[in-house]
């Protein structure tokens, strides 16, 4: 690949293990350093849409996710007292079927890891960037011990450095990376509400994704293998509380108070044994070039959206391979990295002001003109723009 043989990945998520795979295979040399060991909680499961497992099928990838996961064609609407009130078929775009895959999130980890690992990536757990010098020829870094979100890493200064022709940061929400490009310019933003899930075993009706509302709060039950799901829910949680995870069983009880029926037995079957995982919901859009010289962001370090289109990991997928594309098709770095921004911008903010746009509708928050105007396009509007307009 003439653009570049050696690159740096910060962040071993959904995004940068894709990254690492994508370009792995493509014959680059590819580190990635990730902060996290390899016993991190990685969270419960998430909905793989159809243009995501096109991009997966990019790295090989697919057929794995669908045999581990819980392929699904509709989206059902309940009522409160859990009965089904609609089912909303998929469009027909231009992904082949099942139009949704859910799948638990260290399975979906497990698969992008092994697939890195098969394109010869080295991952490295426990590092994270100490500091980048920059010049015309390339990228030189050191790397440092992480020892946790707050505090310093530990520079371990006998490792020395290594050079690269490419840094990417796919290291989430409150990336450094984007940081080191744009200071404190980009903040993530709390949408005012937050995300509550919890593992269960699927119960054989629980056949495609599930949403209720009542009283501000939006269930969802995901099916994610043959054997489990997960109960989610979306709540207004004004000021951004610090809930103690002691409080969680008893707030998600009182939160998930007015549903009955299958709801509320799939509530009162949760126990103290369940780890129940609580997201305040953020909301983050970098609106210039993903990039400076050698130095990118993708994925969560560039647009982060609450989850109410099901597309945010998606959205780092399709960015993943869409980089390794890009820096395969040119032959100049600067060529490659603002044809592939120019390729994601609009449909990556699209996902991210929709998803915001549907949030703030459903918590009867006051919406602007753009909003009203995306919300003519979401669910299921939104999967027909997404399902038919090539990534
Ligand atoms: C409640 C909830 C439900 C969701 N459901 C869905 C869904 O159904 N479908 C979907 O497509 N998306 C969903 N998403 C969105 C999805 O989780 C994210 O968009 C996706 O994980 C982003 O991937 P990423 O690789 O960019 O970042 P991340 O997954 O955040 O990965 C970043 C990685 O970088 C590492 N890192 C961070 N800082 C450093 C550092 N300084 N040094 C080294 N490493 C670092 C982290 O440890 C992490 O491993 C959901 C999100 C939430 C909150």
Known sequence: MAAVRKVLIQGAGIGGLTLAAALGQRGVQVDVAEAVGSDAVLGVGLNQPANVLAALDEIGVREACLNIGFPFEELVLWNP?????????????????????????????QI????ADKAGARIRTGVTIWEMHEDADGVEVELATWTGKRTPPIRDAGAGSNRYDLVVGFDGVRSKIREHLFGDKYAPAFTGSANWRVTLPRPDYLEHIVVAFAAGVKVVLTPTSRDDMYFGLVTPEPGKPRHAPEDFLDLFR????????????????????????????????????????????????????????????????????????????????PDALDAWYRRRRDRALFVADASLALLKQENGDELTAADHELLRQVVPNAQVRLFTEAY
């Open 254 to 333: 009182e939160r998930t108070r007015p549903f009955s029926g299958r709801l509320g037995e799939l509530r009162d079957s949760i126990t103290p044994d369940h780890t129940i995982v609580y997201t305040p919901l953020e909301y983050l859009t970098v609106r210039e070039p993903w990039f400076r010289d050698r130095i990118a962001i993708a994925g969560d370090a560039a647009h982060t959206s609450p989850p109410h289109l099901s597309q945010g990991a998606a959205m780092a997928v399709e960015d993943a391979v869409t980089l390794a594309a890009a820096l395969d098709q040119h032959d100049g770095l």
């Open 112 to 115: 992008l890891r092994e697939a």
């Open 81 to 109: 007292l859990g009965e089904q009130v609609a089912a909303i078929p998929p469009p027909d775009g231009v992904y082949a079927k099942p139009s949704n895959n859910a799948i638990g999130r260290p399975a979906y980890n």
